[in-house]
């Protein structure tokens, strides 16, 4: 493992709370679908709150808190065009969270390799990045649908691995997600927890370090990269 930024490693970070704030964007999205089904759509925080599992996970918590299954449309069309919703919601640059731009900067000109690994759907994510200007960053974008399964079973973490020829120890994965931290560790990456997120769960539960700031990571990834 590289003992300090100034050499490369390989970094992959979620998505969701950790490089963009697409809570509005998952709510007007999922609004949207309560509104179809004649439901009244639901507050930001609640949606929020439903965030970390991939789309039909928030789909299924989101049905539930609202009445439940209806009798139609099927679960995976409601599924399909909630996906197809959220890929079509505005978000820009100023969706991003502080600092994160300038920070992505800094980690490409000091040699790391960038990668996302996150639950929201592939399109969803690759359409995020771009209309926020950082999917240059980042090589492969894993979302939804790109791996075996999802966070936190570690199989899409092995496929950024397998994707830049990387031994586990040899990357840190970055997330604010309890999910984040359980696809990592099975994985054998380290992983660092941004509180400033969704899911805010507690560090020490995890054995993994913490960050309040995006531009916070640097001297984080230094030491962890110091003492791994």
């Not at 090589?139 to 994707?163: E, Q, W």
């Not at 840190?172 to 769960?201: C, F, S, W």
Request: aromatic residues 6%; proline residues 8%; hydrophobic residues 45%.
């Amino acid at each position: 493992m590289p003992s300090s930024t100034q050499n490369p490693a390989l970094l992959i970070f979620d998505l969701d709370g950790t490089l963009v704030n697409t809570g509005p964007q998952i709510t007007r999205a999922w609004g949207r679908i309560l509104t179809e089904l004649g439901r009244q759509p639901l507050s930001q925080d609640a949606v929020e709150r439903m965030v970390g599992d991939g789309a039909a996970k928030l789909v299924e918590r989101g049905l539930a808190a609202t009445g439940g299954q209806p009798t139609a449309p099927p679960f995976e069309a409601i599924v399909e065009r909630y996906a197809a919703m959220l890929a079509a919601e505005p978000i820009d640059a100023g969706d991003l969270y502080p600092s994160v731009a300038e920070t992505l900067s800094l980690f490409s000109a000091a040699g790391h390799r960038m990668a996302v690994c996150t639950n929201k759907p592939a399109e969803a994510a690759e359409t995020a990045l771009e209309m926020t200007g950082i999917r240059h960053f980042f090589d492969p974008v894993v979302g939804g649908g790109s791996a075996p399964a999802l966070k936190p079973d570690p199989a899409p973490v092995r496929v950024i691995l397998d994707h830049h020829g990387c031994r586990p120890r040899q990357a840190i994965m970055i997330g604010d997600h309890e999910n984040d931290v359980r696809a990592a560790h099975a994985a054998d990456v380290p992983a660092i927890l941004v509180t400033y997120g969704y899911a805010k769960p507690a560090q020490e539960t995890f054995g993994a370090q913490s960050v309040d700031r995006f531009d916070a990571l640097p001297g984080a990834i230094a030491g962890l990269a110091a003492t791994t």
